[in-house]
C-alpha cells in the first residue's frame, strides 16, 4: 500500500484538513479522510520519517494486536476497507454475449451454488434485510452466495477477497456492501501471511479460469483442491480476525456469513469470540482432510493423541505411501494392486458423504442445528432464531 499526499488544506496540528489517496499494489487507489487529525497527522508524521525506523503504520497491521484493539480497528476501517458503492450494480449477470453466457454458466450448472441459492432463498424470502459478510468473494459475483440477498432482499454487508487480482474486479461491480482485499486471520490478531493463488496452466474459459483462482489458500493451509487445480503464485496478504472487521463496521449481529476459504474455516472459528458475535446463518465448506476440529477435540491440550496403530498388510506388501499419493500399480500374488483414490474436489462420488462429525459438534455446541449437508457444504441456524423456529423442522443426521 503506497500513501500519496494530494492536498494540506492548512499546517497539521492546527484544525487541519488532509486528503489522502492510497494506492494498493494493483493500482486501485482511494481517497481517505478522517475526523481524527491526530490519526491523519500519524499517517504523514511516518510518511515524512521513513528511514529505518520504518513505517510504523504498517508495521500495526502486521501484528500482533489483538482482534478488538481499537488502533488496529481504526487502521482496518481507514486503510483496508472500501466503502458499499452508491452506483447501479455492473454485472455479468445483466450482459449478453458469448462471454457473459460462459461466465453465468454456474448458475445452471454448478450444483453448490444452485443448492446453497435455494436455501438461502428459503430461508430468508419475506425476512427483513439485515448484514452479510462472505469470506472468499472473488471478483464479487462470479458464485457469490450473498448477491441475491443484495439485489433481491436489500441487504449490505462485507465481502472479503485475498486474491488481488480476484479483488481488482470487484469495485467494478459497484456492490452495496463494504469490500477488503485482506484474509481471515487463522488466529486472533492481524497478521501479514502468503496466501497462494493459482493460475490455469492452459488456456482457459472465463468460467473455468476463475474457478482455477477460486481454489486460492493460505500457505500451510491443507485446501480441498490440494493444489492441483493450476500454477502456484504466492503473495503477501494482510490478514484481520473476522471478529476485527465486525467491529470496526459495528455490526456483530450478522444475518448470514458464507465462510468459503479453502481449508482455513477451523482456525477462524476456533478463535471467533462467540459470546461477542450474533450470526443467524453460516454456510461453511470444509472438508474433513482439515482436521483442525478434531486436533480440537481430541488433543485440547496440545498433547497429541496416540497414534492409531498402523494397517496389517499383505505378506509381500510393496508398502509405499498412503494418503492420496499417485503410483504406479503394482502386481502381488498375480492381483491387481490399485493405487489409493485421490480426493476429487468438487466432484465427490457420493456428495453426501464426507461430512466431519468434528465441525457438527463444534457448531452444535455453540448453539447451532445443522440444517443442511451436500458436498462440502454445511448450512447451520441459530437454534433459537426465529430463522429456525420456522425452518429447523428436522436436523440433518
Known amino acids: 500500500m503506497v500513501l500519496h499526499l494530494v492536498t494540506i488544506d492548512r499546517v497539521l496540528g492546527s484544525g487541519t484538513v488532509t486528503l489522502m489517496t492510497l494506492t494498493a499494489p494493483q493500482g486501485n487507489g482511494a481517497f481517505v479522510t478522517n475526523e481524527s487529525d491526530a490519526f491523519l497527522k500519524s499517517l504523514w508524521q511516518e510518511r515524512q520519517r521513513g528511514g529505518a525506523q520504518g513505517n510504523q503504520v504498517e508495521a500495526l497491521a502486521r501484528g500482533p494486536l489483538k482482534e478488538d484493539d481499537q488502533e488496529l480497528l481504526r487502521l482496518l476501517k481507514e486503510r483496508y476497507l472500501a466503502k458499499p458503492s452508491d452506483k447501479p450494480a455492473n454485472l455479468m449477470l445483466d450482459k449478453e454475449g458469448a462471454r ?8 445452471t450448472a454448478f450444483h453448490s451454488w444452485i443448492r446453497i441459492n435455494k436455501i438461502l432463498k428459503k430461508l430468508f424470502s419475506g425476512e427483513p434485510p439485515h448484514f452479510f459478510v462472505e469470506a472468499g468473494a472473488l471478483d464479487g459475483e462470479f458464485i457469490s452466495n450473498t448477491l441475491y440477498l443484495e439485489q433481491d432482499l436489500g441487504w449490505t454487508g462485507l465481502l472479503v477477497e485475498a486474491d488481488p487480482l480476484l479483488y481488482a474486479a470487484l469495485p467494478g461491480k459497484n456492490r ?3 469490500s477488503s482485499q485482506t484474509c481471515l486471520s487463522p488466529s486472533d490478531v492481524a497478521e501479514r501471511l502468503t496466501f497462494e493463488t493459482y ?7 472465463v468460467a473455468a479460469a476463475l474457478l482455477v483462482r477460486s481454489t486460492g489458500n493460505l500457505a500451510g493451509i491443507r485446501s480441498p483442491a490440494l493444489g492441483q487445480m493450476g500454477s502456484k503464485i504466492p503473495v503477501e496478504v494482510q490478514c484481520f480476525p473476522l471478529f476485527s472487521y465486525l467491529l470496526a463496521l459495528n455490526a456483530t449481529s450478522v444475518g448470514y456469513v458464507s465462510l468459503d476459504v479453502e481449508g482455513a474455516e477451523a482456525e477462524i472459528l476456533l478463535h471467533l469470540p462467540w459470546d461477542r458475535v450474533d450470526v443467524t446463518v453460516w454456510t461453511i465448506e470444509h472438508r474433513a482432510t482439515n482436521e483442525g476440529f478434531k486436533v480440537h477435540y481430541e488433543e485440547p491440550w496440545g498433547i497429541r493423541a496416540p497414534p492409531m496403530p498402523p494397517r496389517p498388510r499383505p505378506s509381500g506388501s510393496l508398502g509405499g505411501h498412503e494418503g492420496g ?6 502386481k502381488l500374488d498375480g492381483e491387481e494392486v490399485l493405487p489409493p483414490k485421490k480426493i476429487v474436489y468438487v ?7 464426507g461430512k466431519d462429525p468434528y465441525l457438527v459438534r463444534f457448531m452444535k455446541e455453540k448453539g447451532y442445528r445443522l440444517h443442511d449437508y451436500w458436498d462440502g457444504d454445511y448450512t447451520f441456524i441459530k437454534a433459537d432464531s426465529e430463522i429456525c423456529r420456522k425452518h429447523c423442522t428436522v436436523e440433518v443426521e
Open 100 to 107: 457473459a453466457k460462459n461466465y453465468n454458466v454456474y448458475r
Open 176 to 178: 452495496k456492501a463494504w
Open 199 to 205: 493460475e490455469p496452466r492452459d488456456d482457459r474459459d
Open 325 to 330: 499419493e499417485e503410483r504406479k500399480d503394482k
Open 347 to 353: 466432484t465427490q462420488h457420493d456428495p453426501a458423504s
